[in-house]
């Protein structure tokens, strides 16, 4: 699961900036974690924090508690048990904090080409890795130790649980792959390949636990030439592809996919924008729910609930990036695609995580 629902005041209904990079006294035991890649080989990888209650989105809060960096290329985040788990890409580590101080209490590593990170449980992290053939780590959530190890695709990049499967979107990597693995959560053992389509980078389940895959294609540097995106429906039932939709062709930007109240939420700068789809449709948009619009591209996004008093108030969490040695930007907007505020991010934000 990428989102759970959190408890968010909105009190302003019009567009500003408010960030700060002072995180002391702050309690992080929940709310939302965005992780900011930084610039590659720079060690200037970092997390934000979103503090709802002083609704200020507070930055470098890793290298504000512990009194130094975080690490080079930071990809991803994941809260079990109290402890939060944050991917170092490039520095091939995962760094594992106090949810409620965020002071570090210790370091897992050396991993090849870490990735993603999944609380299956509250005793276990599972973490995709791998640049060519990959394999998913199984670590224990007390003793911070790898305890067992799967081998799956090529690239393997997010997890998505649904009942006892993990489902391992197998990106290619450095080199090419269409599939999606299906591990059984007891045994540890591929139970299922599923052959979807060109790259798929993106995963979530929908109100009837079906799977739907994201695909982003083959840029046109790869050897035979560019292929499109696709929109993948798997059955819940049989595991076979239910709808299948091209979505046209995407080069560098990322590609993500969402879930929210039975619409599917899918798109990214290269695609135009992002897109709003009931979950069952059997044709897709033809307009953005939200444009890519500017100089600055739409790197991730996620949808979750604003709640003020009494008020439930669906919202589109949108990054956005300028270019690779500059502070990116948070966007919240609303159900009627109307931006409500921006706040300066860290440098090149790449994913929201609530918990």
């Known amino acids: 699961m990428k989102y759970l629902p959190v408890f968010l005041v909105l009190f302003f209904l019009y ?77 091939q580590k995962i760094e594992v904090v106090d949810l409620k101080s965020f002071a570090s209490i210790g370091v897992i590593s050396p991993f090849s080409y870490p990735r993603f990170a999944l609380g299956v449980n509250n005793s276990e992290v599972w973490v995709s890795n791998g640049k060519f053939q990959g394999k998913i780590y199984v670590i224990d959530v007390k003793t911070l130790k790898i305890k067992d190890s799967v081998d799956v695709g090529f690239g393997p990049e997010v997890l998505l649980q649904v009942e006892n499967s993990v489902f391992v979107a197998n990106s290619g990597g450095w080199g090419s792959d269409s599939t999606i693995s299906e591990i059984d959560v007891v045994s540890k053992k591929v139970i299922k390949t599923h052959f979807v389509g060109d790259l798929p980078v993106d995963l979530v389940s929908d109100s009837q636990k079906n799977i739907w895959v994201l695909c982003k294609g083959k840029p046109s540097y790869y050897a035979g030439g560019k292929t499109q995106a696709k929109l993948v429906k798997l059955d819940s039932q049989t595991k076979q592809i239910s709808l299948n939709f091209d979505l046209g062709y995407s080069e560098m930007n990322p590609l993500r996919l969402c ?79 109307v931006v409500l505020k921006t706040y300066s991010a860290g440098i090149v934000p790449n994913g929201i995580w609530f918990y």
């Open 15 to 91: 567009s500003c900036e408010k960030s700060d990079e002072n995180s002391q006294k702050t309690d992080f035991s929940s709310g939302i974690i965005i992780t900011n890649e930084g610039g590659f080989q720079k060690n200037n990888g970092s997390v934000s924090f979103f503090d709802t209650k002083n609704d200020i989105l507070r930055n470098n809060i890793f290298d504000s508690v512990n009194k130094r960096s975080l690490g080079d290329v930071v990809q991803s985040f994941a809260a079990v048990s109290g402890k939060g788990f944050i991917v170092a890409n490039n520095s």
């Open 259 to 337: 879930y929210h109240y039975e619409n599917v939420y899918f798109g990214g700068a290269d695609l135009g924008g992002i897109f709003k789809m009931s979950e069952k449709n059997t044709e897709i948009p033809k307009t953005p729910f939200y444009k890519q619009e500017g100089t600055q591209q739409i790197y991730a996004f996620e949808m979750a609930d604003l709640h003020s008093g009494e008020l439930i108030i669906p919202t589109l969490y949108v990054l956005k990036v300028k270019s690779f040695d500059s502070n990116g930007i948070l966007e919240t907007v609303n159900e009627n695609s």
